[in-house]
């Protein structure tokens, strides 16, 4: 409510940089005031909510890589591409209060079709829906991986004329599918669909009108090609060869000097199984590509693709905070990723994926330790969007 006082007190906190013991957050008007780490009381006039000794204060968790309007079924290529824009809208509504469920705070859409994430964060309030960063339809070749989407554009003048429209239309970051995907049929992710000059031309015109740029990249020779040409954020990251897959160290040093960060589309539905055949046939060694990634000390920030298929619906998200963890990240570090390295990424590093004075007040409660189980990530007690609860 606004103008109205509110202290929750907790036994632990993680504020996006490291954990201390015992924290009390004041917030205001859904801005976090003050974090208190020295166990004072509660004001006077404030609303206070105890949530016990073994319960963690954290920011709410950072989605680098959402699709608000596919509907996280196995034929949600062929919905998306068919349903009407009021049923997109209904879909991506239901999706983004689902995110917000497992708190997920901020979503970044890397593809919706005819820009209807924009018209969901114009037309809901906060409390219905995560921060949303949003791409529109992603730019893609004549009939190239997500050419539904609405996206199409090759050569030079279409290309600027995609960023433009982007811009104009409010979107904040520009994606690119650099190579071919898996779920479009007749796309291969081994392909390269554009020549890097044309990226880079994608890539100057969307700095200049001050937006950030994605590229969607499957292949190794791919990364290879894209790796040094200043997106600010490389999707998937997956390294497919013909035969499986095969991490370049050459690619790992170019994004660990520029600081790119990287988004590899991990976790997976309890009970599922990946369904796309060229993921299918790799998965197995995906596990092995994630830790050469971690181990490289590049930035890695969960980007889960949700909607995609089943097995990655939405409120897919804590379990993708658990493969990084299997895959040699340290819980500390996975949190990080989830909440500051995250809000960065998508630029929102000023007033998310922080608890410090002047963030917004998105915040979840953990019931358990997420240092000493990464799986307490799957029980979120509860979820305040911009000051007010909303689970
Ligand atoms: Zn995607």
């Given amino acids: 409510m606004r103008g109205e006082l509110l202290a929750l007190r907790a036994g632990h906190v993680f504020d996006g940089v490291r954990a201390a013991p015992s924290g009390m957050l004041l917030v205001e008007d859904g801005v976090i005031l003050d974090l208190d780490l020295r166990g004072s009381e509660p004001p006077q006039e404030a609303t206070t909510v105890d949530f016990g000794p073994d319960a963690w204060l954290l920011p709410g968790f950072v989605d680098a890589h959402v699709h608000l309007c596919w509907d996280g079924t196995n034929d949600a290529v062929a919905h998306v591409a068919a349903d009407s824009r009021t049923t997109l809208f209904e879909i991506a509504r239901a999706n983004a209060a ?10 970044r859409d890397l593809g919706d079709r005819d820009y209807v994430t924009l018209d969901l964060r114009e037309k ?11 791409a529109g339809p992603p730019i893609t070749t004549y009939g190239g991986h997500c050419h539904f989407l609405g996206g199409e554009a090759e050569g030079a003048e279409e290309l600027l ?34 020549h890097p000059v044309e990226l880079s031309l994608v890539i100057a015109e969307a700095r200049r009108l001050c937006l950030a740029t994605a590229a969607h990249a499957h292949a190794a020779d791919t990364l290879a090609e894209i790796a040094g040409l200043g ?50 046939k790799r998965y197995a060694s995906i596990g092995a590509v994630v830790g050469e990634i971690i181990a490289s000390g590049a930035r890695i920030v969960p980007g889960t693709d949700s909607g995609v298929s089943a097995a990655k619906a939405h409120g897919v998200y804590p379990y993708a905070l658990m ?3 299997r895959y040699g990240m340290g819980n500390l570090d996975v949190l990080r990723a989830a909440t500051r390295v995250a809000a960065e990424a998508v630029g929102r590093g000023e007033t998310k994926g922080r608890l410090r004075p002047g963030a917004d007040a998105d915040i979840i409660v ?14 979120v007690r509860a979820v305040y969007r911009m000051g007010e609860r909303v689970r």
């Fill in 98 to 107: 689902r995110a917000l469920d497992v708190g997920v705070t901020t979503v």
């Fill in 124 to 134: 809901l309030a906060s409390g219905e829906i995560p921060e949303i960063v949003a």
């Fill in 161 to 194: 004329a995609a960023v433009h429209e982007r811009a104009e239309r409010g979107c904040d970051v520009v994606k690119v599918m650099a190579s071919g995907g898996n779920s479009t049929p007749g796309s291969s992710p081994l392909v390269q669909q554009y």
């Fill in 231 to 280: 997106f600010d954020t490389l999707e998937h990251f997956s390294f497919f060869t013909p035969d499986g897959v095969g991490v370049r160290r050459d690619v790992l040093d170019e994004v660990v000097w520029r600081g790119t960060y990287v988004s590899p589309s991990v976790g997976l539905l309890p009970g599922h199984e990946p369904t796309l055949p060229e993921v299918a």
């Fill in 323 to 325: 493969d990084l963890a």
């Fill in 366 to 379: 953990l019931g358990r330790s997420p240092l000493a189980d990464i799986s307490a990530v799957t029980e």
